[in-house]
């Protein structure tokens, strides 16, 4: 993770809440002429007159007034929100107010005619589209007195003001805050009670956009005083709203909390829509900036629904955003990016350049977290200009300590330092401590980088201290990072240890507060420094001072890192709760679409379509994948507790026996280092750093599935050689010939360790004296073995789905007997699978070892997703897989296996079974295998590991699964398949026992001998 995470945590505080529960309006259109004028009658004094406002029409009311004559119109509010508008006797616009009470209550005019004739009072309807009745009152017509014009003086005044509030720059603002001053004291003079307040709540917004917070709060709490001795519990609503987010930007999280709280219950009590959705915005704000980011998540989306429905865009546009930098929180930056640039769109079309300025900001951050610097400079540069154009002084700040950062990647380190020291300025005249924390964050962060590791721990500790004092845990969590890495600098690391173990503690609780797998996995991963330096500086303590315990607390961090949502996945299987029948009807709503969005994907993919074309599908299924981890999340029974994981003891009591040892390896950026773990020892050591590792390995992932050509052997040889004295040299004395359970990260993940030359220079294979099985953590073995012991056995032996019926290109139509790779790269003209024929003979071999009553097999057109979805596997404790894959490197949610797309008659249907229906299986197996290509493959998520189809069935509940690393060829597959299954069903071998002897036998055959044919399946889970 590049520095200055305190950063990416400005998001959360400062880029924006729903301005103060008002939400900024579109300017209502100046009627058009294709808009139909209705002549609703003449106005006179004492008139009471009720309309109903159509769709696109403006009603407008002849007044015959004579100069110097005082007029006050009342136009009443029945479900649409109306602009009403006089004109004088040339048709020049004479006054126009549009009170911001939303759809009901009184919009007031107050006028002294000055000329004869007559005006015209025209009522639109703000939304041009809307329809609904209003009451026009002809309240006051005679001649005025000198309170009247001061009545009308504050009318104008403030309509004026409204005409310069609405063009956002700063210059405007300050012009319009005299203006609605001024208004407001001739109110208060002529005791206009109502339209005092309403003035009172617009200088809070100006002193609000102005970032006078202060003067905003005071201005907001008259207002909301004002209101409730009125009885208005509408406007009560919104100033509660207001004060809120004023108290929040002045860093007093529990005042602002209150006043969002008391919106919202007063807002359901009235059934005010619009009161609530905001309140319920502003409170996923404060949810999200205290490290609650599952509560922020159920805020913003209900709040997204309720804005949609009200067809509310501004409103729509401040959720967005805010949930853009939610996804930016968590590490989901694709799904981040889309939200922010939806928000960005809707901003600009409604002009409102505040809006712009903070979402062009979180855009620039995504664009640096990305890794891509030069563009997020770029646009937060754009940023910058708006925040100064329209005089936000806090969004400027804000723009600018993101700056510091983009500049400080990108090498210019006085210039960084020169942004943040101009945002610690502007938050410091501000009066927001919580900003000036961050800022002297990214400055300690600056001072790291450059060497200056005094000064750092000095601005870090300034930052603690503050995110302290306001209970900010995501921050604070980064500046004990900050200081954890400026004391160990410095030398200090019993100190440097201290901090950021304090660090993990809020970052555990953290995630924990989010139910999503997905949502955590990537949440971990975009934390996933805080592990790699603890277990560094543990590591570093034990050279120091070995024998003390630093080595297993080390690995004890290890195990915290890894395959932590798998971990929870496991042991939720024991006890998974169904989800209600309404949340199931929405999540396979979503699915639907999803399988469908995903098909058109593919079509126009393969027919050409243009890039901005694929790229709006590619919106959408990421927005539906969104949605669809929202439906999915963890339902284990009521009080049963998560798993954690494992500590060194419980590893040896649980996980090992006298046979078996753990190889655990935990790359870092300058070291890795390797735990070797018996019941009775525990060997450590240091390894070269990540980026010479995982070079090692992606040369020997390259060779190995090449290497029957023989132009490759040699090669192939020395690569793995060579890993093998990287990783296992420091510990060659003491391997032994134990059973190996290997834990690894990174590209070591897509290495077969069982293909491992010795590293004693014999080239012995690890196979050869040893089996080798591959975990994801050795706590994830102890929860598949706790979960497996609280089951009874499936009824029968075995289920074979094997062989699918692809299309009308398949083989079997065609009379074609190619032989293919069980991968997705060899495709019929129709853009399907071609036929693998091993596949039937693997799938005839494994059923001829079993009695008919103990086996299933599904073939042919058999072998399709209703067998699987239905339920048909569940009796089975082997359940094997004969097909091609479809691998998914950007989405592996919609990685699968290749299953029939043609039914019995013919017709077309859904052939893939997708991963993330894979999670949801009922599936407790012994053991699934997968005899497909790259089935243990999928992007590696920091801590998480490859999310493969091993994972997702490890989740369903099998307690073991065979995957492949690699394309592998369909004879070769079949082959070590029957060997394997007379092992096990014949021979009654335990799986790990039965594929190595499996995988020896390939070795020895001089057919097969090249560990393309043998090594690319490995056995995840027990090998008991």
Not at 20 to 49: H, I, N
Not at 57 to 84: C, K, M, N
Not at 224 to 234: M, N, S, W
């Amino acid at each position: 993770m590049n520095r200055s995470t305190y950063s990416l945590l400005a998001t959360l505080a400062a880029f924006a809440s729903l301005f103060g529960g008002s939400v900024p309006r579109l300017r209502p259109a100046e009627p058009e002429e294709a808009e139909l004028r209705r002549f609703q009658g003449e106005l006179s004094r004492q008139t009471l007159v009720e309309r109903t406002l159509q769709e696109g029409t403006v009603d407008f009311f002849p007044i015959p007034l004579q100069r110097g004559e005082f007029l006050q119109l009342i136009v009443e509010q029945h479900g649409v929100d109306v602009v009403a508008t006089l004109r004088d006797p040339a048709d020049r616009q004479a006054l126009e107010v549009d009170t911001p009470n939303g759809a009901r209550g009184p919009e007031s005019l107050f006028l002294v005619a000055s000329q004869p004739g007559f005006y015209h009072l025209e009522v639109r309807s703000l939304d041009l589209e809307a329809s609904g009745s209003y009451k026009v009152q002809v309240a006051e017509l005679r001649p005025a007195r000198s309170e009247d014009r001061l009545r009308a003086a504050a009318a104008q005044a403030h309509a004026h003001a409204e005409r310069l509030r609405s063009l956002g720059d700063a210059a405007s603002l300050r012009t319009a805050l005299g203006l609605y001053q001024a208004a407001f004291s001739n109110w208060e003079r002529t005791g206009e009670t109502t339209q005092g307040a309403f003035t009172l709540r617009r200088i809070g917004q100006v002193e609000y956009s102005l970032s006078r917070f202060r003067e905003a709060r005071a201005a907001f709490g008259d207002g909301l005083a004002r209101f409730r001795r009125l009885g208005d519990g509408a406007q009560e609503i919104r100033l509660l709203n207001d004060l809120g987010a004023a108290s929040r930007r002045l860093d007093l999280p529990r005042d602002a909390e209150s006043a969002y709280e008391q919106a919202l219950h007063l807002s359901r009590a009235r059934g005010d829509d619009l009161g609530e959705v905001t309140a319920l915005n502003n409170l996923g704000v404060l949810y999200d900036a205290e490290g609650e980011p599952q509560q922020a998540l159920d805020a913003y989306t209900e709040a997204l629904r309720t804005w949609r429905g009200l067809r509310n865009r501004a409103g729509e546009a401040a959720t967005l955003h805010n949930l853009g930098t939610c996804y930016s929180a968590l590490g989901q930056l694709p799904e981040a990016r889309d939200v922010l640039e939806q928000a960005l769109r809707l901003r600009q079309a409604s002009g409102d350049r505040q809006g712009q300025g903070a979402t062009l900001t979180a855009l620039a951050w995504i664009d640096f977290l990305s890794g891509h610097p030069d563009v997020a400079y770029a646009r937060n540069t754009e940023a910058l200009g708006l925040r100064r154009r329209v005089g936000d002084l806090h969004g400027e700040a804000t723009t600018l300590d993101y700056r510091g950062t983009i500049l400080a990647q990108l090498g210019r380190f006085n210039e960084a330092q020169a942004s943040y020291e101009r945002a610690l300025t502007l938050f410091r005249s501000l009066g927001v401590p919580f900003s000036e924390a961050h800022v002297l964050g990214s400055l300690g962060w600056l001072l790291d980088a450059r060497g200056d590791f005094r000064r750092a721990l000095s601005f870090h500790g300034r930052a603690l201290a503050a995110f302290r004092e306001t209970k900010a845990p995501h921050s604070e969590a980064f500046a004990l990072l900050g200081l954890a890495r400026a004391h160990r600098h410095l030398g200090d690391l019993d100190n440097a240890l201290l901090a950021v173990e304090d660090a993990l503690r809020i970052v555990e609780s953290q995630r924990g507060e989010t139910r999503s797998p997905a949502l955590r996995s990537s949440f971990l991963a975009a934390r996933y420094d805080f592990f790699e330096l603890a277990i560094e500086l543990l590591m570093q303590l034990d050279a120091q001072r070995p024998g003390r315990g630093f080595a297993a607390r080390a690995l004890e961090v290890s195990e915290r890192a890894r395959a932590r949502s798998l971990l929870e996945g496991v042991a939720a299987a024991r006890t998974r709760v169904p989800a209600p029948s309404a949340d199931r009807a929405r999540e396979q709503a979503v699915q639907h679409e999803l399988s469908s969005t995903e098909r058109l994907r593919r079509d126009l993919t393969a027919a050409g379509a243009p890039p901005q074309q694929i790229a709006a599908v590619d919106r959408r299924l990421r927005a539906l994948l969104l949605a669809n981890i929202e439906a999915r999340t963890l339902r284990p029974s009521a009080g049963q507790p998560e798993p954690e994981p494992l500590g060194l003891e419980e590893i040896r009591s649980r996980v090992l026996d006298d046979h078996t040892a753990l190889l655990e390896v935990a790359l870092g950026d300058k070291h890795s280092f390797l735990w070797l773990v018996e019941r009775e020892s525990m060997t450590a050591r240091v390894l070269p750093g990540r980026s010479e590792l995982e070079e090692l390995a992606r040369r020997a992932r390259g060779l190995l599935p090449r290497s029957r050509d023989r132009s490759v052997q040699r090669q192939a040889a020395l690569a793995v050689d060579a890993l093998s004295r990287a990783v296992l040299g420091p510990i060659a004395r003491d391997l032994g010939s134990k059973r190996l359970l290997v834990v690894v990260d990174g590209a070591l993940q897509a290495i077969p360790f069982a293909v491992l030359p010795t590293p004693d220079g014999s080239g012995r294979p690890l196979l050869l004296d040893r089996e080798v099985v591959q975990l994801p953590s050795a706590s994830v073995l102890a929860a598949i073995r706790e979960t497996e012991s609280q089951r009874r056995p499936a009824p029968h032996r075995v289920a074979v789905v094997a062989d699918p019926v692809f299309g009308p290109g398949d083989p079997r139509l065609t009379r074609s007997h190619e032989q293919a790779p069980r991968s997705t790269m060899r495709a019929d003209v129709r853009g399907g699978f071609l036929r693998l024929p091993g596949t039937d003979r693997e799938a005839r071999a494994i059923l001829n070892l079993v009695a008919p009553g103990d086996r299933l097999g599904a073939l042919g057109f058999a072998a399709n997703r209703e067998t699987v979805l239905k339920g048909a596997l569940a009796g089975y404790r082997i359940v094997h897989f004969a097909t091609h894959s479809s691998l998914n490197p950007n989405h592996p949610e919609l990685s699968g296996l290749a299953l029939s797309s043609l039914d019995a008659s013919g017709r077309q249907q859904d052939g893939l079974l997708r991963a993330y229906e894979i999670y949801d299986l009922h599936l407790p197996a012994d053991l699934v295998v997968l005899s497909a290509c790259r089935t243990a493959v999928g992007p590696d998520v920091r801590g998480e590991g490859m999310a493969g189809l091993s994972h997702a069935f490890l989740h369903a509940g099998a307690a073991r699964v065979l995957v492949s690393l690699w394309n592998v060829d369909d004879e070769a597959t079949a082959e070590l398949m029957s060997r394997f299954y007379v092992r096990i069903l014949r021979d009654h071998m335990p799986p790990g026992q039965a594929l190595r002897e499996a995988q020896l036998s390939m070795l020895h055959d001089p057919q097969w001998s090249a560990p393309l044919y043998w090594a690319g399946f490995t056995l995840q889970g027990d090998w008991n």
